[in-house]
């Protein structure tokens, strides 16, 4: 099992960048693949970004694709997310994930264990 936390939300005007961390506890990490979903009053939660459990291979929602950037350092039991671009549309609490199932995958019902959340919000 694992434990996640976020980390790195908070305001920030529309253009500028913000790097979210995910630190997880618990043993075997890096088996994990992990990933970023976000969710808004308005919507349902949405998958934002995901990568496999060593790190090789990455997917991206079309609307953050070219701006926003994961990565993982298993050493260091951590998950980021890069931000750049920021838009108010990218407004929302995001939430890291981790699957049992090691390989990266886009569906939320493939994610075991959930942080409690960390909002971003973009002000135009």
């Known amino acids: 099992q694992v434990q996640l936390v976020e980390s790195g939300g908070g305001l920030v005007q529309a253009g500028g960048s913000l790097r979210l961390s995910c630190q997880a506890s618990g043993r075997k990490f890096g088996s994990y693949g992990v990933g970023w979903f976000r969710q808004t009053p308005e919507k349902e939660r949405e998958f934002v970004a995901a990568i496999n459990w060593i790190g090789q291979s990455t997917d991206y929602a079309p609307s953050v694709k070219g701006r926003f950037t994961i990565s993982r350092d298993n050493a260091k039991n951590t998950l980021y997310l890069q931000m750049n671009k920021l838009a108010p549309e990218d407004t929302a609490v995001y939430y890291c994930?981790?699957?049992?199932?090691?390989?990266?995958?886009?569906?939320?019902?493939?994610?075991?264990?959930w942080g409690q959340g960390t909002q971003v919000t973009v002000s135009s």
């Open positions: 994930a981790a699957s049992d199932f090691g390989d990266l995958t886009v569906q939320s019902t493939e994610y075991n264990y």
